[in-house]
């Protein structure tokens, strides 16, 4: 069996040597067959080769070379014979070999259109073209074109030919077939040259086509044959065009003509030298080169060709005063002239027989089918007639449908509209709800507590619950006026007010809020102090405290608001003007209405419910009063509102104002002992109050009212704060802004950040953690959560400080080396923060895992454990254990936000602590809370 494998082995590595030696013997066999350049000897060699291949019963073989015999044969002139051999070709072959299959039909199309019959020669080009594409033959694809196009210019169809040749050319190209390229560009250079469009313009096209053939580096690709034809080409365009280089040119193709025996190409340059020669007057060189073209035997010579000769020479011999040989060769033109218009008229006379034989069968045919018109036209009517009933209907009902879907995409743009209108209303309005609840829960909490010091600051934390209190019921209210202004329901309650006393209250409400801000606040007044009037206080009031409201708000630091309040023809006028950018004049339009917010970053930033100057507007209206605008982007805006005096019936007696006193503002730090610097970043200044009023105790604190002077106040600091905490939303530049500007900076990327947000919105947190938040509040908040975050933070800190001190020698991995300036400021790269995330990412895969330790971490990552350890120490001020807890915590922290988990064992196991309790213990300490107030 073995002995029978190997046999059957050495048998088929046999047969595939013999195959490839076989092969390569007849690509050889071709090969020598082309480069025979005398065309006799090469068609007798084609003969050897077609028995040889007859012996070897290799038709494929036979196909090759009488593929090759049609080429010689079109070189010798002979159209009639290189027609039959791609005939005989193209049956012997078969698809299998696609060049030669593919070849031998476009040299049929090629020779059918030398014969005249151009219909026949598009069929057979059209055939093969379509078969190249659908076989994916690309570079036959190319041929297929050219050949179509070579065609349609035999019958000087330029506008069919141009597209065909185009797309060859740029089809060679993309197969990087340098002969097909050659025949492309020629072919076009032929196009152009064309008497039906030739032009100037066209005639340098043509020229220039025909000189990149003849030139380098295409020029060494060129056969004998083609070379000669192409200079031909170039000549007779050289002529058309007076060009001087035509001789010499058409003298290079009659050279290669003669030398190579190509009689096809030899007889077209020897007329055109001829040509050449009678236009410049040379006659006896026109008489010698039309002597020698009457001499030169082409199979293929036209009555054409002879005529053009005799023309030629009968000019030539008038011009030497030979009339006797000038009338001969002109009797001899003429007689051509004739039989050609006798072949025309032959044509004509058969073409018109066969037109009456057609007109006599249409005749009888119209006879037999006159009786079914009648009926035809009727049905053809009926058809018609239901053809355009159905279209109407067709195109009614697309109308409607297009109609209805419009309507529902407009219903639906709506809907979507009014939902994120609801969801930004919300949002807004839990801004404006927490911030208060934040300043009434938490000084409650510290009150309970008994963690007040003095009677003052009791007093203090009162004031601020009952003022704040006072803000949510004026929130509700606005909501509730809202309702009854909508129903018809809502009154007047007019009474008595000392209009002067009355409206310095009303600024003197905003005058701490004012100087927090750093704005230039002032009131204006020529209201006489004794002057009474009856007014719905309560609502007036909202209407002021909005605009002047609003004003604080928009305004930016070191600005100016100016409250105007004078009298005019029975009526006040009550103004309110501030500088700053203004009102978008986008946003005029619908300043009023409710629920509108602008569409500016800085006005989402800014928050607000949308009702405020809804309110303001429907007040003043319904105190029969008005309200104008002057806006100007950019530069501050004016609100105007005029009411009318209503006097009262009674006398009343002034009494001076009394004045509500605001907190205490804190703008610079006040330094005591050794205490940690912190800065605070708010823009409420009762909230930023309230921050400081929890933090003075163990922090020196250093106020800014927005993100921009928070980094101006850093730029000019020479001790940096240890923490910073910052509120989301506050004008100028916002809490996210701020944060990126400081993580991106390696002097304050290392400053812890805590973020005060209202914004209970998942994608908000996301947002502040992955620009690096260090840890996060929501309002309300109490004190103890906010002392343990800011001591975690400051605690973390000092630790990565100790662990960068003068003792630490080494690099860190990937030469990273973090260090402390002289103030104790640590300079982390971004880098160093980018690599600390990619930390967190792993650790966080693996966080189901309570046994995760130091190596599991260091192999995941690819360091040591000591390098490991020795980075998380640098950057964080944690021990790897200590870091790994505090992911666990945040991610358990995001677990109860979720809502997902009910219970504490639930978010234990979920963060991978072990037990409970032990979790429980650990989350008080870190966030200042019980897991159960959360839940």
Sequence with gaps: MFRSYRFKGFTILFLSLFFTFSSEAKNKDLDSLKKIKNLDSAMFYADQLIAKAQKNHDQLQQARIIYLQSKIAYKQGKIANALTYAQHALKLTNPTDSNTYANSSTMIAYMLSKQGKDIEALKVAFKILNETEQHGWKRLTVLSQACIADIYRNMHDIKQALPYATKAADGAIAVKDSSLYLFSL?????????????????????????????????????TSFDKARYLSNLGRLYVTVDDKRDEDVLRQSLAISQK??????????????QTLYVHQKRYKEAIAYGEKALVVDSAESGINQLNNIYNHLSEAYEGLNNYKLAYQYYRKATILNDSITSIEKTKNAAELDRKYNADKRLLIAGAQTKLFQQQRNYLILLALFIAVALVATYYWLVSKRKREAAFMIKEREQLEKLD????????????????????????????????????????RYLQTILRNGNKLLNLLNEL???????AGKLQLKLKPVALASFIKIQHEGFASAAIYKQLNYELISDIDESLFTNLDQEKFEKISNNLIGNAVKFTPSGGSIKVTVTTNNNAFIFSVANTGDGIHPDDMANIFDRYYQGHSEEQQIQGGTGIGLAIVREFTELM??????????????????????VKPGIQIVATPPVVIAGDAVYTHPVTTGDKTLVMVVEDNHEMAAYI???LSSAHTLIIANNGLQALDMLNGMQQLPKL?????????????TLLENL??????CTIPVIMLTALTDHQHKLKALHIGVDDYLTKPFFKDELMARATNLIQNAAARFEATGPNTDELLPGGTEIIADETGTLHVSPTDLRWLSELETEVRKHIGKTDLNLYMLSDAVAISERQLFRRIKAITGLTPNKYIRTIRLQIAREAIESGRYRTLAEISYAAGFDTPAYFSKLFKEHYGREVGELL
């Design 624 to 645: 029969n009063g008005s309200i104008t605008i002057d806006n100007h982007w950019k530069e501050g805006v004016t609100f105007k509102v005029t009411i009318p005096l």
């Design 743 to 748: 993580k991106q900076n390696d002097t304050y």
């Design 480 to 486: 509730l006026d809202l309702g009854k202004l909508e």
């Design 420 to 459: 994120e209108l609801k969801t930004r209303f919300f949002a807004n309005i839990s801004h404006e709800l927490r911030t208060p609840l934040t300043l009434i829960m938490g000084p409650a909490s510290q009150l309970l507590e008994q963690d007040v010091n003095d009677k003052v600051e009791e007093k």
């Design 724 to 736: 910073i905490i910052s509120d989301v939303m506050m004008p100028e530049m916002d809490g996210f």
């Design 186 to 222: 020629s072919t076009l250079s032929n196009l152009y040259s064309d008497k039906t469009i030739r032009t100037p313009a066209n005639m340098v096209k043509a020229i220039k086509y025909m000189e990149i053939i003849l030139n380098p580096p295409l020029e060494h690709l060129l």
């Design 260 to 273: 190579e025996n190509f009689p096809l190409l030899e007889k077209p340059a020897l007329i055109e030298l």
């Design 692 to 694: 400081a009023g929890i």
